[in-house]
């Protein structure tokens, strides 16, 4: 059946997902997927209120041109913050205490423990890759709705998802994420191979290597909360990119401490269980029963971890979005 969300959003949506709650990948809008009769007709056909897109907007102090858009957000700019940030972010640590929220988190853990299970079957094949992908860019579509849920004022994780299309919904986001990731690596890999064929000692290759990558994942927090609102074509504003975080930038190093705290905290978490003389044990001879125990361990920890991460690069665009040269509308 077709349903119509009353941001204008189309989907088409199985028989039996009528009665399920879902979110509206458009508007964010929690809504119950109707029944197929006459009452699904009504809603279907109810007048709706299409919302005009908003541009990104101009900086505070406007140049003589209009700044074009870095593209319309998912998700309108959040105005509704009730905690102060320390208390947002003590609460992302925390989150899965609330009841709604761990499912999303069991379901990102499976997702992430299949696509490693399917990645340890000694045979390749486009079945295999394909599944492999798909899973992974569930995975990233999760992550990234994570950022957009939060950055729009929503405490609770993202709920049953409506796919409208695999491209759009899984290989897209998928596609987004390592392109963000491999362009902030692309310039550190270039030196390196430019340093070394103009006969540069590997110490230096190396430094100038380390350097540029230190400096691509200082800025990947900001890439992925550009791309959850707006896409990958708002890469192309890194001028407007580096202005947000020159504009809050000891906000900006907070995020940066917080997600290396989350990982920390996942090193703490599994180190003790997969180091010393246990890690003797766990990996001399480790049984079928043993390598999925320890897949399972490592996806849960790093659901976690991702989770945290994505909701702090949220709660920033949240708490400190009036300081930005730009809005996500």
């Given at each position: 059946?077709?349903?119509t969300?009353?941001?204008?959003?189309?989907?088409?949506?199985?028989?039996?997902?009528?009665?399920?709650?879902?979110r509206?990948?458009a508007c964010g809008?929690?809504?119950?997927?109707?029944?197929?009769?006459?009452?699904?007709?009504?809603?279907?056909?109810?007048?709706?209120?299409?919302?005009?897109?908003?541009?990104?907007?101009?900086?505070?102090d406007?140049?003589?041109?209009?700044?074009?858009?870095?593209?319309?957000?998912q998700?309108?700019?959040?105005?509704?913050?009730?905690r102060?940030?320390?208390?947002?972010a003590?609460?992302?640590?925390?989150?899965?205490?609330?009841?709604?929220?761990?499912?999303?988190?069991?379901?990102?853990?499976?997702?992430?423990?299949?696509?490693?299970?399917?990645?340890?079957?000694?045979?390749?094949?486009?079945?295999?890759?394909?599944?492999?992908?798909?899973?992974?860019?569930?995975v990233?579509?999760?992550?990234?709705?994570?950022?957009?849920?939060?950055a729009?004022?929503?405490?609770?994780?993202?709920?049953?998802?409506?796919?409208?299309?695999?491209?759009?919904?899984?290989?897209?986001?998928?596609?987004?994420?390592?392109?963000?990731?491999?362009?902030?690596?692309?310039?550190a890999?270039?030196?390196?191979?430019?340093?070394?064929?103009?006969?540069?000692?590997?110490e230096e290759?190396?430094?100038?290597?380390w350097?540029?990558a230190?400096?691509g994942?200082?800025?990947?927090?900001?890439?992925?909360?550009?791309?959850?609102?707006?896409?990958?074509?708002?890469?192309?504003?890194?001028?407007?990119?580096?202005?947000?975080?020159?504009?809050?930038?000891?906000?900006?190093l907070?995020?940066?401490?917080?997600?290396a705290?989350?990982?920390?905290?996942?090193?703490l978490?599994?180190?003790?269980?997969?180091?010393?003389?246990?890690?003797?044990s766990?990996?001399?001879?480790?049984?079928?029963?043993?390598i999925?125990?320890?897949?399972?361990?490592?996806?849960?920890?790093?659901?976690y971890?991702?989770?945290?991460?994505?909701?702090t690069i949220?709660?920033?665009?949240?708490?400190?979005s009036?300081?930005?040269?730009w809005?996500?509308?």
């Open positions: 059946m077709n349903f969300c009353t941001c204008g959003k189309q989907y088409r949506l199985p028989d039996d997902a009528a009665g399920k709650r879902a509206c990948k809008e929690v809504f119950t997927v109707p029944s197929p009769d006459a009452e699904y007709e009504a809603a279907s056909t109810a007048p709706r209120a299409i919302p005009a897109t908003r541009p990104i907007a101009q900086p505070a406007p140049p003589a041109a209009p700044v074009p858009s870095l593209s319309s957000a998700r309108s700019r959040a105005g509704r913050v009730q102060n940030f320390w208390l947002d003590l609460y992302s640590f925390t989150i899965f205490s609330k009841p709604a929220n761990i499912g999303p988190l069991i379901g990102c853990a499976v997702l992430l423990f299949l696509s490693g299970v399917v990645g340890m079957i000694p045979i390749f094949g486009l079945l295999k890759m394909v599944a492999q992908l798909f899973l992974e860019g569930c990233v579509a999760f992550f990234m709705d994570v950022v957009r849920t939060t729009g004022g929503d405490d609770e994780l993202p709920t049953t998802e409506i796919w409208g299309g695999y491209w759009e919904n899984v290989f897209k986001p998928l596609f987004e994420f390592v392109g963000a990731t491999a362009l902030l690596m692309l310039p890999i270039i030196v390196v191979i430019w340093k070394q064929s103009a006969g540069a000692t590997p290759a190396k430094l100038w290597g350097s540029l230190a400096a994942a200082f800025l990947w927090p900001m890439a992925i909360l550009a791309i959850s609102l707006g896409g990958l074509s708002t890469l192309l504003r890194v001028d407007l990119l580096i202005l947000t975080i020159l504009k809050t930038l000891p906000a900006y907070t995020v940066l401490a917080l997600m705290g989350a990982v920390t905290l996942g090193v978490i599994v180190g003790p269980m997969f180091g010393g003389s246990a890690a003797d766990w990996f001399e001879q480790p049984s079928f029963g043993t999925l125990a320890m897949q399972a361990f490592f996806s849960a920890a790093g659901a971890v991702s989770i945290v991460c994505m909701r949220g709660l920033y665009y949240r708490h400190f009036e300081r930005f040269p809005t996500a509308g």
